[in-house]
C-alpha cells in the first residue's frame, strides 16, 4: 500500500507566469525503483522540450504546458497502472513515458489505450512491445532488444571474448534481451556458459555469483538495473574473484555504478541507445544551457519523446488526444524540413503554415511502421572515472 501511495504521487511544474497552463502533460518514470539514478535528468530533458515549446509563444498560438509527474516504480505494475491513472484523471493530453518494459506495457495496456492517451517511452525496449495492440496511441524513441542484443553481442565479439555466462534481472527486459543475446553471441561462435536469472531487491548476490562462477566464463554479461540486483551481481563477483570482466545492457549504464566501483570496472564495456550524429551534438549544446546532463541513457530520447508530442498537436491544430495519434508519424518521419533540438520554436511555426516537418531530433528520429525508433547505438566503456562512448553502432 505504501508504495501504491508513493507511485501515486505526483508533483507539478508549471512554465510560464499563469496559475494554471493551458495544456497538461504527464511524464511517468521510475523516480524510485531499480533506474532512480537515471530517471531525473531524463525527466528534466523531457521538460526542457517541454519548456521550449511553452516558451516559444507558437505552440497552438501561445498556449502554455504545465507537466504533471508520476512514478512508475520501474517495476511494480499495480503502482505504475495507478499513478497512470492519476495523470489521465488529472487531465494530461499525452504522456512522456513510461521507463521500464514490464510497467510500460501494463500503463498503456490497461490505462493509456483505452482512455485514448499518447505514450511514448523513452527507454522501454522489450521486443514484445512492437506487438502490443496500441490502437496508434504507444511509440518509444528507444530502438527495441532486438536489434540491441545483437549489436552488444557483436561488441562482445570485437572485445575477443571467448566464453560468456549470463544473468538477467527476472523481468520482461531482462528476460527479452538476455534471450536475443544469448543466441546472437551463440551465432558469433562464442560459448555461453550458462544464463541464469536473478531477482531484484536482494542484500546479498553471493549464491547466484557462485552459480554463475561455477559455470566459467571470460566474462559475465550483466542484463539488469544499475541500482539494484545488477550492481550486487557486480559487487559479489568483485568480492569474491569470481570475474572481473562486464558486459553490461543499457539498464547498467550510468555514473552512480562507476562512482560504486571505479577502477573495478577498467575491463568492462557495454552499450545504450544513442547517436554521434548532428542532432547529438547539438543536443548536448541545449542541454547544458538548460543544466542538464546530457550523456546519460535516455536523456536524448526523452527529449526527442516530448519534442513529438508538442510537434504532433501542432500539426494536428489541437491538444486532442486523437489527434496528437494522429500526427506523430507525420512529425517523425520525411519527407519535410528536418527540425533539431533548439528548434522547436521553428517546426512550431512551420507546421502552423501548413508545412511539413521531419523531426531528427537528438537522436535521429526514424518511425518504423508500427511507430518504434530504428535507432542506432553507443558502444560504452569506463575511462576516466566514467562511461565514455568509443563509437557509433
Known amino acids: 500500500m505504501k508504495k501504491l501511495f508513493i507511485a501515486a504521487f505526483m508533483f507539478v511544474s508549471i512554465f510560464g507566469t499563469k496559475v494554471m497552463a493551458d495544456i497538461k502533460m504527464g511524464i511517468i518514470l521510475g523516480f524510485t525503483g531499480p533506474i532512480e539514478s537515471l530517471t531525473p535528468a531524463m525527466a528534466a530533458s523531457a521538460e526542457l522540450a517541454f519548456k521550449e515549446a511553452s516558451d516559444s509563444g507558437s505552440l497552438l498560438g501561445g498556449k502554455k504546458i504545465e507537466v504533471m509527474r508520476a512514478d512508475s516504480t520501474c517495476v511494480d505494475s499495480a503502482a505504475a497502472t495507478a499513478a497512470a491513472e492519476g495523470l489521465i484523471s488529472g487531465g494530461v493530453a499525452a504522456i512522456m513515458g513510461a521507463d521500464c518494459s514490464g510497467v510500460t506495457g501494463a500503463i498503456a495496456t490497461n490505462v493509456a489505450v483505452p482512455n485514448g492517451v499518447v505514450m511514448i517511452s523513452p527507454s522501454a525496449t522489450s521486443p514484445g512491445l512492437t506487438t502490443l495492440d496500441d490502437k496508434g496511441y504507444f511509440f518509444r524513441t528507444a530502438p527495441s532488444d532486438a536489434r ?158 516530448a519534442a513529438l508530442i508538442v510537434l504532433a498537436m501542432q500539426a494536428g491544430n489541437s491538444a486532442d488526444r486523437a489527434s496528437i495519434a494522429k500526427n506523430v508519424m507525420d512529425v517523425a518521419n520525411a519527407p519535410g524540413k528536418k527540425i533539431y533540438p533548439g528548434e522547436l520554436k521553428k517546426g512550431l511555426d512551420l507546421l502552423a503554415k501548413g508545412k511539413k516537418i521531419n523531426y531528427e531530433g537528438a537522436t535521429g528520429v526514424t518511425f518504423t511502421e508500427v511507430g518504434e525508433a530504428e535507432g542506432s547505438f553507443l558502444e560504452q566503456e569506463v575511462k576516466g572515472g566514467k562511461f565514455k562512448t568509443k563509437k557509433q553502432r
Open 148 to 305: 540491441g542484443g545483437q549489436i552488444l553481442a557483436d561488441i562482445t565479439k570485437d572485445r575477443k571474448v571467448k566464453s560468456v555466462a549470463i544473468t538477467y534481472t527476472n523481468n520482461d527486459y531482462g528476460k527479452g534481451l538476455a534471450d536475443v543475446y544469448k543466441a546472437a553471441v551463440e551465432a558469433h561462435g562464442i560459448k555461453v556458459t550458462t544464463v541464469t536469472a536473478h531477482e531484484d531487491g536482494k542484500a546479498d548476490y553471493s549464491s547466484e555469483v557462485a552459480t554463475l562462477a561455477s559455470a566459467g566464463g571470460d566474462a559475465v554479461a550483466v542484463i539488469g538495473y544499475l541500482d539494484q540486483g545488477g550492481k550486487g551481481i557486480i559487487q559479489a563477483s568483485l568480492d569474491s574473484g569470481a570475474f572481473d570482466k562486464f558486459v553490461l545492457s543499457d539498464g547498467m549504464i550510468g555514473q552512480s555504478l562507476v562512482d560504486a566501483f571505479g577502477k573495478d570496472l577498467s575491463k568492462s564495456f557495454g552499450s545504450m541507445p544513442g547517436s554521434t550524429g548532428k542532432g547529438a551534438g547539438i543536443f548536448a549544446e541545449v542541454a547544458k544551457a538548460g543544466g542538464v546532463e546530457a550523456s546519460g541513457p535516455y536523456t536524448a530520447e526523452s527529449y526527442d519523446a
